[in-house]
């Protein structure tokens, strides 16, 4: 394992955030917006979420025309992993 590459994730989404907090500062126009962007897809999150945890109950075990469990070949058949 690469050494450092944990903490790389870490320092990205730092500046990742200083970029942030620059910009809002810079425009307090832009947090506004932000905020009520947020504000809005959490509400719209709210809204659905059951209507979207009642369609994925219907489907549960499925996605699509695939099984979410695959069928495993068993021990000693020609199939193998």
């Not at 942030?20 to 659905?48: E, K, N, Q, R």
Request: net charge neutral.
């Amino acid at each position: 394992m690469v050494e450092g590459v944990g903490s790389a994730g870490y320092l990205s989404l730092l500046f990742l955030v200083g970029v942030l907090i620059m910009v809002f500062i810079d425009s307090p126009l832009t947090l506004m917006v932000t905020l009520i962007a947020i504000a809005l897809m959490v509400a719209g999150w709210y809204a659905c979420r059951k209507r979207i945890h009642e369609i994925a109950e219907a489907r549960e075990g499925f996605t699509g025309m695939s099984p979410v469990i695959a069928n495993r070949p068993t021990p000693g058949s020609a199939d193998r992993i």
